[in-house]
């Protein structure tokens, strides 16, 4: 049986360590069947590597002069049931938003019907922008969450799922759970996912921030994770108003990243979004809990939350990614060999792409004018796990 499942010819950007990029012109990577890269080595070593891996050169697929290939992106932060309001209400603070704008819409995702179109298009459109892997709130509804992650599997998004767990709401009364119903949905929620054994989408403990949860919700969704050794999300410190709400409903704990940390929330395979205002001796706790931060400047800035001392959180040594460090780093990321193929084919020269190029350029340009410039327009092609995902079928 044939072992190679893709070969590609050309150039392959990516990085092993932070901070330093690697691009390596005239390349020669391969996948297996199950779309774990099999090498990446110098093309002059073609003829001994298809000798050894029983390919010939029809198999090669080589990339154009102005073409290269990047690791998939990895947004660790992501509202789905967001993107049909997205752009809008950025003239409230954060609360007011909750209030006005996000609880109001989340609240219809009670219809499944609802889900399906509008999780339909969110996954399409995050996957045409280059997002190989997701890590989604949903909202609290439990049906509408499973079809989010079968809407992810479907398209072969790597995926976590998030269902939302909030048993307090003051502002919006319609949009909240009691502790029990929270718990017991939250546990259908993983239970389900579990025995539909998808390949790349897991379930990810998720109450959405101390503000909207007791104390025995945290605790309790807290047990449940350590139980099931699953992923956890919420949000942390995003404003001054948040925090100062916290520290009224949580007169006990000393500070926020205590409220989590003291309900078994804080572990390495948690992920906590903005952190604007976490304090150094927070980010002690986060370093000593190996919990990572989602860096959300877009939002911060919109929604005038504040902003992240980004060079103060690496001084720390906590893990900082982009909403756009999920303790998968073994499975993804760059191009090393075993790891699985999630990358995005860029074409500089793509039809309608937002720039021209003039003459020849560095691979190191290429690079640049795309991450300054590019768009979806330029990502030709989006492959997950070695599967080509994008672009869609035209019947899709």
Same mark, same amino acid.
């Given at each position: 049986?044939?072992?190679?499942?893709?070969?590609?010819?050309?150039?392959?950007?990516? @990085?092993?360590?932070?901070?330093?990029?690697?691009?390596?012109?005239?390349?020669?990577?391969?996948?297996?069947?199950?779309?774990?890269?099999?090498?990446?080595?110098?093309?002059?070593?073609?003829?001994?590597?298809? !000798?050894?891996?029983?390919?010939?050169?029809?198999?090669?697929?080589?990339?154009?002069?102005?073409?290269?290939? #990047?690791?998939?992106?990895?947004? /660790?932060?992501?509202?789905?049931?967001?993107?049909?309001?997205?752009?809008?209400? #950025?003239?409230?603070?954060?609360?007011?938003?909750? !209030?006005?704008? /996000?609880?109001?819409?989340?609240?219809?995702?009670?219809?499944?019907?609802?889900?399906?179109?509008?999780?339909?298009?969110?996954?399409?459109?995050?996957?045409?922008?280059?997002?190989?892997?997701?890590?989604?709130?949903?909202?609290?509804?439990?049906?509408? +969450?499973?079809?989010?992650?079968?809407?992810? @599997?479907?398209?072969?998004?790597?995926?976590?799922?998030?269902?939302?767990? #909030?048993?307090?709401?003051?502002?919006?009364?319609?949009?909240?759970? +009691?502790?029990?119903?929270?718990?017991? =949905?939250?546990?259908?929620?993983? =239970?389900?996912?579990?025995?539909?054994?998808?390949?790349?989408?897991?379930?990810?403990?998720?109450?959405?921030?101390?503000?909207?949860? @007791?104390?025995?919700?945290? *605790?309790?969704?807290?047990?449940?994770?350590?139980?099931?050794?699953?992923?956890?999300?919420?949000?942390? @410190?995003?404003?001054?108003?948040?925090?100062?709400?916290?520290?009224?409903?949580?007169?006990?704990?000393?500070?926020?990243?205590?409220?989590?940390?003291?309900?078994?929330?804080?572990?390495?395979?948690?992920?906590?979004?903005?952190?604007?205002?976490?304090?150094?001796?927070?980010?002690?706790?986060?370093? &000593?809990?190996?919990?990572?931060? +989602?860096?959300?400047?877009?939002?911060?800035? *919109?929604?005038? *939350?504040?902003?992240?001392?980004?060079?103060?959180?690496?001084?720390?040594?906590?893990?900082?990614?982009?909403?756009?460090?999920?303790?998968?780093?073994?499975?993804?990321?760059?191009?090393?060999?075993?790891? &699985?193929?999630?990358?995005?084919?860029?074409?500089?020269?793509?039809?309608?792409?937002?720039?021209?190029?003039? *003459?020849?350029? +560095?691979?190191?340009?290429?690079?640049?004018?795309?991450?300054?410039?590019?768009?979806?327009?330029?990502?030709?092609?989006?492959?997950?796990?070695?599967?080509?995902?994008?672009?869609?079928?035209?019947?899709?």
């Amino acid at each position: 049986m044939d072992t190679v499942q893709h070969v590609f010819k050309g150039t392959f950007v990516h @990085s092993t360590k932070r901070g330093d990029m690697e691009v390596l012109e005239n390349h020669i990577l391969a996948t297996d069947m199950k779309g774990k890269i099999l090498f990446l080595e110098d093309a002059q070593s073609q003829a001994r590597l298809a !000798q050894k891996w029983g390919f010939d050169d029809s198999k090669i697929e080589e990339l154009g002069k102005n073409e290269f290939f #990047m690791p998939g992106m990895v947004d /660790t932060h992501i509202h789905a049931p967001q993107y049909s309001f997205i752009g809008t209400g #950025m003239e409230r603070p954060l609360l007011e938003w909750l !209030q006005y704008t /996000t609880f109001p819409t989340e609240n219809i995702y009670s219809d499944v019907e609802v889900a399906k179109t509008l999780y339909n298009s969110v996954v399409r459109r995050t996957l045409k922008n280059g997002t190989t892997t997701a890590c989604y709130f949903g909202t609290i509804h439990t049906d509408a +969450s499973i079809v989010l992650a079968d809407i992810a @599997s479907q398209y072969g998004q790597r995926a976590f799922i998030g269902k939302v767990c #909030m048993d307090t709401n003051d502002v919006y009364p319609k949009y909240v759970e +009691s502790t029990e119903e929270s718990i017991k =949905e939250t546990t259908r929620f993983i =239970e389900a996912l579990k025995k539909k054994k998808y390949d790349r989408v897991k379930p990810i403990v998720t109450p959405r921030f101390a503000v909207s949860c @007791s104390e025995k919700l945290l *605790s309790d969704l807290g047990q449940l994770a350590e139980e099931n050794q699953l992923h956890i999300q919420s949000h942390i @410190s995003e404003s001054l108003a948040e925090i100062d709400e916290v520290l009224r409903l949580f007169p006990d704990y000393k500070n926020y990243t205590e409220v989590y940390g003291r309900n078994k929330l804080l572990t390495h395979k948690t992920v906590m979004a903005h952190g604007c205002y976490l304090s150094n001796e927070e980010l002690l706790v986060f370093k &000593e809990k190996g919990a990572a931060l +989602s860096h959300c400047p877009n939002s911060n800035i *919109s929604l005038c *939350s504040g902003h992240l001392d980004v060079r103060n959180v690496l001084k720390h040594k906590v893990k900082l990614g982009l909403g756009t460090a999920l303790s998968i780093d073994h499975i993804v990321g760059n191009f090393q060999v075993n790891k &699985e193929f999630d990358a995005l084919r860029i074409n500089l020269e793509a039809l309608n792409s937002p720039f021209e190029v003039f *003459s020849d350029i +560095s691979k190191e340009e290429m690079v640049q004018r795309f991450l300054f410039l590019g768009d979806d327009r330029n990502i030709t092609a989006v492959y997950v796990a070695g599967r080509r995902v994008m672009p869609l079928p035209s019947n899709a």
